[in-house]
């Protein structure tokens, strides 16, 4: 590599995944308890840190909500903290074998779980993402290479310094996480050509930020990405429940990526259902753009445009498209959805079961909020993001998602025929 | 894209791929049984188109073992007829549905296995491949877009022809399979962009075919890979049963990926084993280049070069490197292995466990011989390759490797809180 820096912290990171790799579960739960400690320990010098990010921040104009999430507190640090202790109760993936099977000539062969290796993170403001995606990683038995935005350079800096601190003081190779120091667009570019070093790229953050990755990366990514969520009213469908779920979907939380963002609806329901569903997403003053059909039962509702399909709009807005006929709400959903989240709210079994079988996504739903796509809401303990892609990783990815597995054949002499 | 006939290929796949994800295992397996009849029907056909590409290889002055290669035989025809039936035998992985569990507000959460909906294959000269890998596609319900060489580019459109109108004959979608037909480089590198119609891409063929998928692709690329594998004979080995594996690893076949390239062997076993080692190998005349030491037990041994470790000969060569202890047999081998097939020689429980965990490798085998990386051998009944990387698929890759998993949540109601 021209990029003698970025050679070494690869070298340096593979060196201390070999150490990770096997270490127990309660060495690694001992250095998660130290980093939640120190974290808190040392918060004055983060705050500090943090508070040249801020400054820079507000010289630079940002904007009052971008600042409010790059900044931190000492609430803040402690969840953190509370993030990283979290991660201790949750079992060890690694090292468990599954499917051991005898074959006919008596090799036992079976797969067992471990690390990837070395684990990239791209990101962007939020300098918590710093000790969550170590926590994740090291957890795992995987060692990472971070590389954060500009803006929140002191604080990332400062936050990996405690971290190697603390696992210095445990004994754990201080080299499961290093962060690129240099925010600048060519290294960053380098460091996604580092296959020979790294194992797997995840970027969390803006599309923009996923696409320049898928685009340039050398090593595999996983994708993590937008969601353009549907709910579908069928024709059999509770009303009362369709409209309860798309308040939730739509309301309960903006700017998610498995807030629904569509209203699909059969038009021999349209009539009955469309006015109480407007009613309960106007008490919440949702913008609603409808086809045609749609704005001639409410007047409430304005005309949507063919962009208004593929638009994730991430606020209070949502467009209505009415279908004549159960294929082609399918066909629309699987049209213009970014394979995230989908729900059908329906009484008639074969549609649930084509709607499951059919629609291509993350996770479908049956006659329940999209909002529920997550990790900690799955029963993980843990996330990493959610996945859009179907290669590895398909949806909310928790610990197991940061593994792989290799065969292991055990035998007594045998030879191949 | 620029490419219309590209993009036209693309968009009939994916229509393809959905109408694909919904057949049943009986009309798949019926499409899969007529495929085979008429391979073997139109065999004539698929034999005159074959002598096209083999004249111009001749004419090209094509070495013979390759001009062998690309040659079809009413008896390779039956193998490949032979081939697809023996997919229809095998356990259709599409539908199943895995982990289904229940979360405290009732929901149902469990993973349905699907289609991955686009495959490319890009791959050389033997045209057996096109219905292999349409084979191995179709059972799991995903449409192919196969790139061959243009050396067999005759052999491959008719047969790829002769797929389609089987296909059209049992009323299963033709494009479930369509062949790039221009091979020109422009043209590939252009396939390998196509992440909008492509869901993954897996090169088939040379270490340099791989390398640059690899780092052309925008298309997730499962890769399948080249094999330095080792034996280690440990101190405590049996030293009857280590030279049995090493004759077979190395010896058995000749030129394929799961074959052992270098013989590790423990210092304190180097003078009693190495000798019986040397007898076998000598008897199939293979050559055996070893490090100082080894060349100091045996006459018969050449002096290896630095470059020898790295290598992966493919041919009647093997190397030899004394080790002090165990653990430099384990930095010796994670340094230069291609992460294949690694196998350790011991008596020793403690050193048994301990190179099934910490060599970094596809396949990690005690006391047995590394051939037996193979779908077939491990039970999966079929292989569509062996993956060197450690995402999404690592090791021997049957059907499952062509699927996916997608979330799917039943509920009644249920919405966040």
Redesign the interface.
């Known amino acids: 590599m021209e990029n003698k820096y970025l050679e070494e912290l690869g070298k340096n990171a593979v060196a201390a995944s070999?150490i990770l790799?096997?270490m127990g579960t309660n060495p690694k739960n001992e250095g998660l308890k130290t980093v939640a400690e120190y974290l808190v320990k040392y918060q004055a010098e983060i705050l500090e840190a943090n508070r040249k990010d801020i400054d820079k921040a507000k010289e630079n104009g940002m904007k009052e909500s971008l600042v409010d999430r790059l900044t931190l507190t000492e609430d803040r640090i402690k969840g953190m903290a509370v993030g990283l202790e979290k991660l201790v109760a949750l079992d060890d993936p690694i090292?468990e074998v599954v499917n051991m099977?005898k074959?006919p000539n008596d090799?036992k062969?079976g797969r067992?779980r471990v690390p990837?290796?070395v684990v990239g993170i791209i990101y962007e403001a939020r300098p918590n993402v710093t000790a969550d995606a170590f926590g994740l990683c090291f957890k795992t038995g995987n060692a990472v290479i971070l590389k954060g935005g500009s803006d929140a350079i002191h604080s990332n800096t400062k936050i990996v310094e405690i971290i190697r601190k603390a696992l210095e003081h445990t004994g754990a190779p201080v080299d499961a996480v290093a962060l690129i120091e240099s925010t600048d667009r060519e290294t960053t570019k380098e460091f996604m050509t580092m296959?020979e070093y790294v194992?797997?790229l995840i970027p969390r953050g803006s599309a923009g930020l996923i696409k320049a990755t898928?685009?340039n990366s050398?090593i595999?990514?996983?994708e993590t990405g937008t969601g353009n969520c549907h709910v579908f009213v069928d024709e059999s469908a509770?009303i009362e429940?369709a409209a309860?779920?798309i308040?939730?979907?739509k309301t309960?939380r903006i700017g998610v990526c498995n807030a629904c963002e569509s209203l699909v609806i059969h038009e021999k329901i349209i009539d009955k259902a469309l006015p109480v569903i407007v009613d309960v997403l106007k008490k919440h003053n949702v913008e609603i753009r409808g086809d045609e059909k749609a704005c001639s039962i409410s007047g409430d509702i304005i005309p949507a445009t063919e962009e208004d399909w593929g638009t994730e709009y991430l606020d209070y807005i949502i467009s209505v498209k009415t279908v004549p006929d159960f294929d082609s709400a399918i066909q629309h959903i699987?049209r213009y959805n970014t394979k995230h989240s989908e729900s059908i709210i329906t009484n008639n079994y074969n549609n649930s079961q084509r709607f499951?079988?059919?629609i291509?996504?993350?996770?479908?739903?049956?006659?329940?909020?999209t909002?529920?796509?997550d990790g900690f809401?799955?029963?993980f303990g843990a996330e990493i993001g959610i996945s859009t892609?179907?290669?590895?990783a398909?949806?909310?990815m928790g610990l197991e998602a940061l593994t792989?597995?290799?065969?292991?054949?055990?035998?007594?002499?045998?030879?191949?025929n």
């Not at 291509?360 to 329940?368: Q, R």
């Not at 892609?389 to 590895?392: A, D, V």
């Open positions: 070999r790799s096997k090292g099977k074959t090799l062969i067992k990837l290796g296959r194992d797997v898928v685009e050398k595999p990514v996983i509770d429940m309860k779920i308040e939730n979907a309960q699987n499951l079988d059919e291509d996504a993350a996770a479908v739903y049956v006659n329940a909020s909002r529920f796509t809401e799955f029963g892609q179907k290669l590895h398909r949806g909310p792989t597995t290799k065969f292991i054949i055990l035998g007594n002499g045998q030879i191949r």
